[in-house]
């Protein structure tokens, strides 16, 4: 009867888990995408440019500060307020460090980008960490205890005020200082949110023993994460030092447009793959099997909607941020490409994941990012496109690295991975080049861009039934099975 109970109030957490987790994520994606599109309005490419040099430093400073803590945390069995503490109290010094570190340095990242206004802008723009350092802990907190509602609404809340502050300092002429102070009161409102919603209070009777057996299980994320922020932003770092403010800034925006639109199927995997490939690591060929299914799932979802981004890029764009962003559509075109094999990478690291090959996920992600480094130092002579074509290809590239790796725990051999791929990619580039040439003659934007939505559409899902796409026919009786169920549903009523 107890383990019932237990079994019961376990699928309640869940299944409230992944409504208000879902509503969150949709919520706040909204509000972004609102937001952003107001300020764009507002500002210009050159006014995001200055915050687009500075992304590198807070990411990595971002995950030096968080050390894998909050994980660590949320894995161990059980947790006493020493642990949280320790945690708490390690963050505060680590972040008063970075900032006063960080602080010192703002003339050399200044000198560094030719820049003299990021000596100011750049310790304004880092207090962010020293507000960040004060909510680890509780947000630590919140996500062991599964307060997904609780989380929900700090971020929610945060993006609202921080958003409404950064267009009211936009609108009276602030510019890079409202999108910085648009960053700050976003980390604050999150911190004091965060801690509203946790019982638990610092003590100053301090013991940092916790760390010492905290940090052996965090370290490897710690290093992963520095260098996975570190390959995010390697872009806006090498155009600010290279090329222009406004071209950092049209990346920036870029770069923001390509994140929500990859996010929507990027997401999807992270949400599922791990737990889903950890459940049936014991089973060679269940395993097999489950993820090469997830893999076609991927291919056939992911491949039309980056490719359809790509497609209508420059008319989404220019009609709702107008036309002053152009060049930040051509820049959306091309990382929409490399958008599209983002989830199948995501696959394939999860499952390296899932399989506990936690250093072979560390250290490919380190030499994938110094080899980017690399290539993208001797092509930027070239022109962004270049740098940007260069990026993309490297990436689909090494694709075939985690595929490599993945083997090994699986046998998932080369003609199977492009089996499951390749049909998928080719069949969503020939539909994209058909909608293309199909729409070319039409000059209002607007319809353009919904013929081309449309056209693009219906041919990918006319050929996927053609071919007798499984992906296909699981989707529709999917829908079909609960609209069906929900019809009898409403019956009984």
Known sequence: MGSTTNSNNLKQTVAKGFFWGGLSNIVCQLFS???GVYLARILGPGDYGPIGMLAIFSAIAGSLQDSGFVAALANRKSVTHDDYNAVFWFNI?????MYGVLFLCAPLIADFFKQPVLVELSRYNFLGFVVAGFGIAPSAYLFRELKVKQRSISFVLSIVVSGVVGIIMALNGYTYWGIATQSIMYVLVRTVVCWYFTPWRPSLKVSFAPLKYLFAFSYRLMITNIFQRFN???FSFILGKFYTRDDVGNYTKAAEWFNMGGEVVNGMVNAVA????AKVVDDSERQLRVFRKMLRFTAFVSFPALFGLSLVAPELICIVITDKWIESAEMLRILAVWGAFMPVQSLLTNLLISCGRSRIFMWCTIVQGMLML??????????????LMSYCVFNACWLFVWRYFASKEIAVTLV???????PYMLLAAATMFASYF???GIEDRLILLLSRIAVAALLYVSASALMRSKELYEIIDFLFKR?????EKDSLR
């Open 93 to 97: 010094i680590i972040s008063l460090f």
């Open 374 to 387: 690399a290539i993208l130092l001797m092509v930027y002579p070239y022109g962004i496109p270049c740098m």
């Open 274 to 277: 791990q737990p889903v490939l």
């Open 438 to 440: 199909l729409t070319v």
């Open 416 to 422: 199977m991975f492009l089996l499951d791929v390749v």
């Open 483 to 487: 609209k069906k169920a929900s019809d």
């Open 33 to 35: 995408l609102l937001f």
């Open 232 to 234: 995010w932003n390697i």
